[in-house]
């Protein structure tokens, strides 16, 4: 067997996904994530509610003059860098979503036992920059066409995921995958396997905040690893 061959079959079963019921129990305790973006300068999470217990899956309220999504595109250090570097967004955060374990560990997440994609929390003011300009970003930023995984990042927890906050938001996460869809078909590109789902729908319904050190990875770390298999392909204007 060569050594490509041996890689493939080491990873094949990384891109299974679970079920809830072969998934990791993991834990009742949240992770502790800082409360300050350390770019931006603004928390990483929105204020709790009643009780102190965080509404829209965990992620808090930013207030009504924000909106927010969780995208899934790599490695979520690359991922989100690109996004706190565009003007109207207010705060990102990496994170696990689309699965069934509590509150994971990223050691758990790289089992591919979760059922969690590696994901970024995009938090922005619509009034500079809308959920389209978001998405054009996101489109073409990754590869969208590619099936558990990006590039050699194979598995699960890197699939091509969008998890939405409300059902409008939902309906221009559709309507701009149909748009991207049509540039790649003219480039016979390929199909969009992007998974697209309101976050209370997608596995457990919750974004779960990665660890410290994963938060802001590459401002800390520049010199980092950045996996952006991007398709060349542009978002129609």
Sequence with gaps: MSWLDQLFSASSHKQHLITPDEALPGRDTEIAVPGQHLVLRTPLRGRPGPGGTHANGGVGDFGDDKSMIVLAGGCFWGVEEIFWQVEGVYTTAVGYAGGFTPNPTYEETCTARTGHTESTLVVFDPGVVDLEGILKIFWESHDPTQEMRQGNDI??????????????????????????????????????????????????????YAEDYHQQYLAKNPHGYRCHSSTGIRYPA
Excluded: H, N, W
């Design 155 to 208: 598995g699960t927890q890197y699939r091509s995921a969008i998890y939405t906050f409300s059902d409008a938001d939902l309906d221009v996460v559709k309507k701009t995958a149909v748009t991207f869809q049509s540039a790649l078909d003219a480039a016979d590109a390929g199909e969009i396997a992007t998974e697209i789902k309101p976050l209370a729908e997608a596995g457990g319904g919750r974004f779960y």
